[in-house]
């Protein structure tokens, strides 16, 4: 597994956020079990996933600025992209799933707001390798595109899974280049970070340049949202 560069790199950030729990099928620090529950009915690959224990969950408690808090967040996703790459091809791989759960309030930033540069930058930089990247807001019930409802999440949250080629695309609509590159997604074992620099303000400068021309508007978890622009 190539090493990406935002482990190596000092991090000025770091301790913005404050590990709770690491990595657990059954975590203590959040009730996700009815939810999940709930959630099987909506995603086909949930209930073995759980069945085989391959869904995780990882959760960390916001202890910095929102800009800080924003840098961590994308730090964890390689974390977990990193971890989950190798594990993908392997039996089953395309059953595990891990998440990384946001607890905490940080003045004048709603998570919505602090996981959407993350979320945009990441599913960006490992989409071409097939690696995909979710997002859910704790209690934002929502809807599917045929109108039925979705569950309100307990916390928020960021799955980290293999990308589902015949299905993830479709939901990405709103940013064609990006449905392509999922949909031909294939890992040779790249480093990601090869032509990307690894300070989060660069990399958010770089994920800027990738927005859409307008911005989609839209409620559904599975839709493809940007951030806002700033500046």
């Given at each position: 597994?190539?090493?990406?560069?935002?482990?190596?790199?000092?991090?000025?950030?770091?301790?913005?956020?404050?590990?709770?729990?690491?990595?657990?099928?059954?975590?203590?620090?959040?009730?996700?079990?009815?939810?999940?529950?709930?959630?099987?009915?909506?995603?086909?690959?949930?209930?073995?996933?759980?069945?085989?224990?391959?869904?995780?969950w990882t959760v960390?408690?916001?202890?910095?600025?929102?800009?800080?808090?924003?840098?961590?967040?994308?730090?964890?996703?390689?974390?977990?992209?990193?971890?989950?790459?190798?594990?993908?091809?392997?039996?089953?791989?395309?059953?595990?799933?891990?998440?990384?759960?946001?607890?905490?309030?940080?003045?004048?930033?709603?998570?919505?707001?602090?996981?959407?540069?993350?979320?945009?930058?990441?599913?960006?930089?490992?989409?071409?390798?097939?690696?995909?990247?979710?997002?859910?807001h704790a209690g934002?019930?929502?809807?599917?595109?045929?109108?039925?409802?979705?569950?309100?999440?307990?916390?928020?949250?960021?799955?980290?899974?293999?990308?589902?080629?015949?299905?993830?695309?479709?939901?990405l609509r709103a940013?064609?280049?990006?449905?392509?590159?999922?949909?031909?997604?294939?890992?040779?074992?790249?480093?990601?970070?090869?032509?990307?620099?690894?300070?989060?303000?660069?990399?958010?400068?770089?994920?800027?340049?990738?927005?859409?021309?307008?911005?989609?508007?839209?409620?559904?978890?599975?839709?493809?949202?940007?951030?806002?622009?700033?500046?």
């Open positions: 597994m190539t090493t990406p560069h935002t482990t190596a790199a000092s991090r000025p950030t770091a301790g913005a956020l404050r590990l709770v729990e690491a990595s657990a099928i059954r975590p203590t620090a959040v009730d996700i079990s009815d939810y999940m529950q709930q959630m099987t009915a909506h995603c086909p690959h949930l209930a073995p996933s759980l069945r085989q224990n391959m869904t995780t960390y408690r916001a202890e910095g600025d929102a800009e800080a808090v924003e840098a961590e967040l994308f730090h964890a996703g390689v974390q977990a992209a990193e971890w989950l790459r190798p594990l993908l091809n392997r039996p089953h791989g395309f059953l595990r799933c891990e998440n990384i759960v946001l607890l905490g309030e940080i003045p004048g930033a709603r998570h919505r707001e602090l996981m959407a540069w993350p979320h945009w930058a990441l599913k960006n930089l490992y989409g071409p390798v097939g690696v995909m990247f979710g997002k859910f934002e019930e929502e809807a599917t595109e045929t109108g039925a409802r979705i569950p309100a999440a307990p916390a928020s949250f960021l799955p980290v899974r293999a990308a589902i080629r015949r299905r993830d695309p479709h939901f940013t064609p280049e990006l449905a392509a590159a999922l949909a031909a997604a294939k890992d040779d074992g790249r480093d990601v970070f090869e032509h990307i620099p690894p300070q989060w303000k660069e990399i958010r400068t770089w994920a800027g340049r990738l927005l859409p021309p307008a911005k989609p508007s839209t409620s559904s978890p599975h839709k493809s949202v940007s951030p806002p622009r700033r500046g």
